[in-house]
């Protein structure tokens, strides 16, 4: 891992205290924490106390983007799987080849309801727009949540972020977007990845974030605040959380290894029980389980993911 991202591991005190010596190397490194007596060492009467909250079981839901190499060799399978771990709720990603309404029949058959998905408004077109909205009414979905807008894709990619115009632009069309869905009673989200917290190169004093949060209406439009993307962009969601306390819906909970690279939920060094206190107050809905490069293992990341949720105490 980069010697900058340990020091900024260190300073917002993002681990989980056990995982911190393994990322942050040697102790006494400038910006790290000092090293931290394992639980059983310390005197119950001298730990912290902390008043025991959970996520409620009716917010856990998983990112079908995670399950899609099940989902495209066998899609009931894999619903009966979720479905039997414990999961109700799940964003859907796409149909895997059905419509929306034998998608739809085939979560009613194991019970799951997708109460989000990933869809994106960009380009608008409003009938292409209408379309999705109306897919997503047939799902009974809540939300409809940007996962990454065309225009920046490249952006994952590149050093520089898309010209303030284009968030500019965008934002201007996430609140158009947001419109039509709430004719349906439902919401509109934006998901990020890393790229939208670069600096612009013709406003390097802001970022693409910055313009979606100041130019999207918080009445029309939210953030399902992606844990690890805000953290690989050296965003410390805490920070976030408070800046913003009331523009965040949704999580998605993603974890960290100790190389920075994604792993599954509750495997990783992120403290995930940090993060959701700090949202305790803040409207949170859904705890979302997501890892982009599951493979073959999903069910077990679902596992892992449902696991932690339930049974997660801050």
Do not use: C
């Amino acid at each position: 891992m980069p010697a900058d991202m340990r020091a900024l591991l260190g300073r917002r005190g993002f681990l989980k205290a056990g995982a911190a010596a393994a990322v942050l190397g040697t102790a006494g490194t400038a910006g790290a924490p000092s090293a931290v007596a394992a639980p059983d060492a310390v005197p119950q009467e001298q730990r912290p106390q902390r008043d025991k909250h959970r996520v409620p079981p009716e917010a856990v839901s998983i990112q079908l983007y995670t399950m899609r190499e099940l989902m495209d060799a066998d899609l009931d399978g894999t619903f009966a799987g979720l479905a039997a771990i414990g999961y109700r709720k799940v964003e859907q990603a796409g149909f895997h080849g059905r419509t929306a309404r034998e998608f739809k029949r085939a979560l009613d058959a194991h019970g799951l309801r997708a109460t989000s998905g990933h869809q994106s408004p960009y380009p608008y077109d409003e009938s292409r727009w209408r379309k999705m909205i109306e897919d997503a009414f047939i799902l009974g979905q809540r939300y409809m949540v940007e996962p990454l807008p065309a225009f920046i894709a490249t952006g994952l990619v590149s050093p520089l972020s898309p010209p303030s115009l284009a968030w500019g632009q965008y934002a201007h069309d996430l609140n158009k977007a947001a419109e039509q869905a709430g004719i349906f009673g439902i919401e509109v989200g934006y998901h990020n990845h890393n790229v939208e917290f670069l600096p612009l190169p013709d406003d390097p004093g802001r970022t693409g974030y910055d313009i979606l949060l100041a130019e999207t209406d918080p009445g029309l439009v939210h953030f399902e605040l992606d844990l690890y993307w805000a953290w690989r962009a050296g965003q410390d969601p805490v920070e976030l959380l408070e800046a913003h306390p009331t523009r965040f819906r949704q999580f998605h909970v993603k974890d960290m290894d100790e190389n920075g690279d994604i792993t599954a939920p509750g495997a990783g060094v992120i403290d995930f029980a940090r993060v959701f206190q700090a949202a305790a107050n803040l409207g949170i809905t859904e705890y979302i389980v997501e890892q982009d490069n599951a493979g073959q293992n999903a069910m077990e990341t679902a596992r892992l993911g449902f696991d932690l949720l339930s049974t997660i105490r801050w």
